[in-house]
C-alpha cells in the first residue's frame, strides 16, 4: 500500500478548519477498512485525505458510525478509547510517532520505538501547536463527524523536518474504538498479529511526497 502526498502550496501551518477542508476537497479519500480480528467485524465508514504544505503535513478524516463517545477533554488520555482516528507515521522506519484523535479533537502524541515501555509522550506544547477541528452531525442510524488537522514539521523534533519534498516514509492511518458499544480495530494497510495492536511499523504502508 503507497499514497502519492500531493503538495498544497497556498497553506501553511497556520492554516485552520475551512481552509484545509476546501484545499483537500478535490484529492483522493483513502479508505481505512482494515479487518485484521475477526472478532472485531464492525467496520464503520472511515475515509482519509492527506496534504503537505512547506511547514506542514495536513490530514482530514471523514467517520460515520452506529455510536459516539467522547470522554476524554485533556491531552494524552486514552482518547483511544473514545470514537477515534490515528496516524502513526516513521521517518527512520523503526521510530515512530501516534497521533490519535478522539472525535472532539483531544489527542494523544507520542514517540519512539514499538517497544511501549520506552515511548515518550509529547509536551503539551508539542499538542499544543497541532491544530485540530471537529464537527460532529447526527445522521439517519448513527453519527456523522470529521476532523481536519495541520500538524507542524516542529512536531518531529526527532528527525528536524525541514521539507518533505521528493521524500519516502512509512505509515499507517487508523480508526478504534475500545470502550465503543462495538469495540473496532481498523486500519489502512493490513496488520498480521493474533491480537489488536496498532504498534508495529513492520505492516506501515509508504507516504511518497510530490516533489
Same mark, same amino acid.
Given at each position: 500500500?503507497? !499514497? ?8 501553511? #501551518? ?6 484545509? /477542508?476546501?484545499?483537500?476537497?478535490? #484529492? ?7 479487518v485484521n480480528?475477526?472478532? @472485531? ?8 485525505? !492527506? ?9 482530514? @478524516?471523514? *467517520?460515520?458510525?452506529?455510536? %459516539? /463517545? ?14 477515534? *482516528? ?7 522506519? #523503526? ?20 517497544i511501549m ?7 503539551? =506544547?508539542? !499538542?499544543?501547536?497541532?491544530? /485540530?477541528?471537529?464537527? %460532529? ?8 463527524? =470529521?476532523?481536519? *488537522? ?8 526527532e528527525d ?21 458499544? %462495538? ?29
Open positions: 500500500m503507497s !499514497i502519492e502526498i500531493p503538495y498544497i502550496s497556498s497553506l501553511d #501551518s497556520t492554516s485552520t478548519g475551512n481552509a484545509i /477542508r476546501l484545499a483537500l476537497a478535490d #484529492s483522493e479519500a483513502h479508505t481505512i477498512a482494515s480480528w475477526k472478532e @472485531y467485524y464492525y467496520v464503520p465508514k472511515v475515509t482519509f485525505k !492527506i496534504a503537505f504544505t512547506d511547514e506542514s503535513i495536513l490530514l482530514n @478524516y471523514e *467517520v460515520f458510525e452506529k455510536h %459516539i /463517545r467522547a470522554t476524554y477533554l485533556h491531552s494524552n488520555e486514552p482518547v483511544y478509547k473514545d470514537s477515534c *482516528v490515528e496516524f502513526f507515521i516513521s521517518f527512520d522506519g #523503526s521510530n515512530y510517532y501516534n497521533f490519535e484523535f478522539n472525535c472532539i479533537g483531544t489527542m494523544l502524541l507520542a514517540y519512539g520505538s514499538q515501555e520506552k515511548r515518550q509522550l509529547a509536551s503539551h =506544547d508539542q !499538542i499544543g501547536s497541532i491544530y /485540530r477541528d471537529a464537527n %460532529i452531525h447526527a445522521a439517519p442510524n448513527g453519527v456523522q463527524w =470529521d476532523l481536519a *488537522v495541520n500538524i507542524p514539521f516542529s512536531v518531529f523534533k528536524h523536518i525541514q521539507s518533505l519534498k521528493g521524500t519516502e516514509c512509512r505509515a499507517n492511518f487508523y480508526k478504534c474504538g475500545d470502550d465503543l458499544p %462495538i469495540p473496532h480495530f481498523l486500519s489502512w494497510t493490513a496488520i498480521d498479529y493474533p491480537k489488536p495492536n496498532f504498534h508495529l511499523p513492520a505492516f506501515f504502508g509508504k507516504l511518497r511526497f510530490q516533489s
